[in-house]
């Protein structure tokens, strides 16, 4: 494991500040964001000042993302006064760009919006039916070419 996958976040655990493994991430925990922090695991935006995240390798926009508390973007969708602006949710792998302030983790692991891309990245996708029939025709070429490999070059020495 490299020091990069075994780095430390700032959290609250029982009213106090700790630092943790990325690991030792549970559901519930809430962590800190600074600015420069690469995000570990999902979540919901609690309390903050200016926090603005990159998520472009998470969902492919480059504009930086300006997150609102889920308590306030409540309030206004009750009051009727909601856009689409509204962004309380912090989505790992994802980077802090500036501000500071704190989320409750709502998912980790395989489970989270990165391990997600993670793990449809493991997998070897299947055969399309074109591929297959594409393979099956390329077998078949290669057969014939050896199999008629001998017979020209018995023919070339005549």
Request: aromatic fraction near 4%; proline fraction near 4%.
């Amino acid at each position: 494991m490299t020091q990069k996958e075994d780095r430390v976040v700032k959290a609250i655990r029982s009213g106090r500040s700790v630092q943790i493994s990325v690991h030792d991430i549970m559901v519930g925990d809430v962590l800190h964001l600074e600015p420069g922090d690469m995000i570990p695991a999902d979540g919901i935006f609690i309390t903050g000042h200016n926090v603005k995240c990159d998520e472009s390798s998470a969902t492919g926009e480059s504009d930086q993302m300006k997150k609102t508390p889920g308590e306030e973007v409540m309030r206004q969708i009750e009051a009727g006064i909601a856009s689409s602006k509204l962004d309380p949710f912090i989505i790992s792998g994802s980077k802090v760009l500036e501000g500071v302030g704190t989320y409750v983790v709502t998912s980790v692991g395989v489970n989270s919006s990165f391990g997600k891309i993670m793990m449809a990245l493991r997998h070897q996708p299947e055969a399309t039916p074109l591929q297959v029939k594409l393979t099956g025709l390329a077998d078949t070429i290669a057969y014939l070419g050896g199999g008629f490999a001998p017979l020209s070059w018995l023919l070339a020495c005549e």
